[in-house]
């Protein structure tokens, strides 16, 4: 049996598959989020401990007996301490050595992309793509939300916060979403804002839940919110576009481009994004995703394994 681990800023998750590719256990955890220092690695470790249990339990097996693993944690290769942490940390919790670590984003190009040369652009809390051509790899995005992560929910969440004080204050006509975030966000007057936003600091995960009243605001009308959302597509293909030129691709060549992550789920976003990348003079063949981030990591666990799946 192999066990894939998918981590993230919203949510983890765990599959364990058998050499036939059935799924034969799953669970699904708090994000995981060692970056935040010592306390992050401790969740960490506690959220892997408990899915890695709970998958294996369903699947009638323990992590002794798994016959290899993937595991993917954000912030890994980013940190060479922390990579080195990570690295070590599912030996303890396994009890064998017969795994691998790699970042968050190789799960998603594995499942959506079948393990298959091309891109996978993730669109979650975050946002990145990580693309493989004829042993080339490259990543582009993923630079944190404090100055990057362009096309994700935080990003969307910030643009629409924004265009809520800009409402509020006179400098923009209100609009749909100003009714939409009092009611959802329980503001009692609109300065309220700050008290939920940035005197709870709410963590970042939080913040990017507020991306889902833009696309509820867009629904009902607002034209800037949907705006938000189709510049949120754009910024997603030049994600792809930039990883097509650091994988050296021909200028004629066809690359296979999937996604993964909630954002997808919002049809504006991934209509502005296989839009976006038609319009570009290189040729792109956009690919619904094949499987989910978990799954590919398991997939990554079966191929390390020397025993890749079957198609």
């Known amino acids: 049996m192999y ?16 050499a036939a590719g059935t799924v034969l256990g799953t669970a699904e955890g708090p994000p995981t989020a060692p970056a935040l220092g010592e306390q ?21 097996t323990d992590p002794a007996h798994l016959k290899h693993a993937f595991l993917g944690l954000p912030g ?11 690295d070590a940390l599912p030996a303890e919790l396994l ?5 691998a670590v790699g970042n968050d984003m190789v799960c998603g190009w594995a ?26 790899k490259a990543r582009t995005g993923g630079w944190g939300e404090l100055f990057g992560d362009e096309g ?33 966000l329980a503001l009692a007057a609109d300065l309220d804002l700050v008290d939920v936003m940035l005197l709870g600091r709410p963590d970042r995960t939080a913040v990017a839940a507020v991306s889902r009243h833009v696309s509820e605001a867009a629904a009902e009308g607002d034209e800037r919110c949907a705006r938000i959302l189709t510049r949120a597509g754009e910024e997603l293909a030049e ?28 049809p504006r976003v991934r209509e502005a994004f296989t839009g976006a990348l038609a319009s570009f003079p290189e040729p792109y063949a956009t ?21 890749p799946l079957p198609r």
């Open 40 to 60: 992050g690695m401790r969740t960490a470790r506690t959220v892997l401990r408990e899915g890695i249990t709970e998958a294996c339990r369903q699947a009638g």
């Open 239 to 266: 994600l792809a576009r930039a990883a097509r030129r650091a994988l050296a691709a021909a200028p004629d060549e066809e690359v296979p481009v999937s996604w993964s992550g909630g954002v997808f789920t919002v």
């Open 3 to 18: 066990l894939g681990v998918d981590g993230g800023g919203t949510k983890t998750a765990f599959a364990v598959v058998d």
């Open 152 to 184: 994700s929910a935080h990003w969307i969440a910030v643009q629409a916060l924004n265009l809520f004080t800009r409402m509020s204050d006179g400098r923009m006509p209100p609009g749909p979403l100003h009714a939409v975030l009092r009611r959802r």
């Open 287 to 307: 690919r619904a995703p094949l499987a989910t981030p978990v799954l590919g990591a398991a997939l990554l666990a079966a191929r390390l394994a020397g025993e």
């Open 76 to 86: 890994h290769g980013e940190s060479p301490s922390l990579t080195g942490a990570l």
């Open 111 to 136: 499942g959506s992309l079948g393990l298959a040369d091309g891109i996978n652009v993730i669109s979650g809390t975050g946002s990145m793509a990580y693309g493989v051509l004829r042993g080339r």
């Open 95 to 99: 009890g064998h050595d017969r795994y």
